[in-house]
């Protein structure tokens, strides 16, 4: 016979004290996961809301005129000229005519795209209160300025 090194009484004392010592690291685990769990460290990376304008008005629409394609295969060009021409100068857009009619209420419209998960781009049109818009060129080609810095 295997005779043990421990009598039956040594080993029901050690077997008390892991229990012990098992409950003693329990109490000590809960109380620190509350008390990290309870502090509210501010976070520098926190996003602040951003009001983002999507549509601005570029003047009463007063005429436009329309030119070609440069060659065979370039865009029709129709030029706006509103009544804050003095601010804005004529708006360029795509288009072979415009539908837009005196004293028509113009505004600049941006729609942000997303065609994939990570980028996306505005887009930019220029439309009146009824349901007529026309797609602005990114480059206005007027005054040398791109339309995104007319919204920043």
């Known amino acids: ?19 012990r010592m098992k409950r003693v690291m329990l109490l000590i685990l ?4 509350v ?5 509210r460290k501010p976070s520098a990376t926190i996003e602040e ?4 304008i999507t549509r601005k008005y570029v ?3 007063i005429e436009h005129r329309q030119t070609g394609p440069e060659n ?3 865009p029709n060009m129709i030029w706006i000229r509103t009544s804050m021409e003095d601010e ?6 795509y288009g072979r005519k ?33 349901s007529v818009s026309y797609r602005a060129t990114d480059l206005q080609h007027d005054r040398a300025v791109f339309i995104k810095a007319w919204f920043e």
Do not use: Q
């Open 1 to 19: 016979m295997v005779r043990f090194l421990f009598n039956r009484d040594m080993m029901v004392h050690v077997g008390k004290n892991m229990i």
């Open 30 to 33: 809960m109380g620190l996961t």
């Open 35 to 39: 008390s990290c769990g309870s502090l």
């Open 49 to 52: 809301d951003e009001l983002i």
């Open 59 to 61: 003047g009463d629409f």
């Open 72 to 74: 065979y295969d370039g």
């Open 88 to 93: 804005y100068g004529k708006i360029s857009a």
């Open 98 to 130: 415009c539908e837009f009619t005196a004293g028509d209420r113009l505004y600049l419209r941006r729609t942000f795209y997303s065609p994939g998960i990570v980028s996306g781009y505005w887009v930019y049109t220029v439309e009146n209160d009824a």
